[in-house]
C-alpha cells in the first residue's frame, strides 16, 4: 500500500483528536462567557413553570 505524502498511519486519529479538543475548548468558553445569561433565563423559565 502506497503511502501518499503527509498521509501517515495514525495521522487521522490525531487530526480528529485536535478537533474534539478544539470544540470542547469552544464549548467551554461559550459557557463561561453564557453561564451568568444562561442562569438567569433557566431561572425565570423555573419560576413561570413553578407559579
Known sequence: MKLYP???PGQDLVEYALALILFAV???????????????????LVNYFSS
Open 26 to 44: 469552544v464549548i467551554v468558553i461559550s459557557l463561561v462567557l453564557l453561564g451568568p445569561s444562561l442562569r438567569d433565563f433557566l431561572e425565570q
Open 6 to 8: 503527509g498521509d501517515e
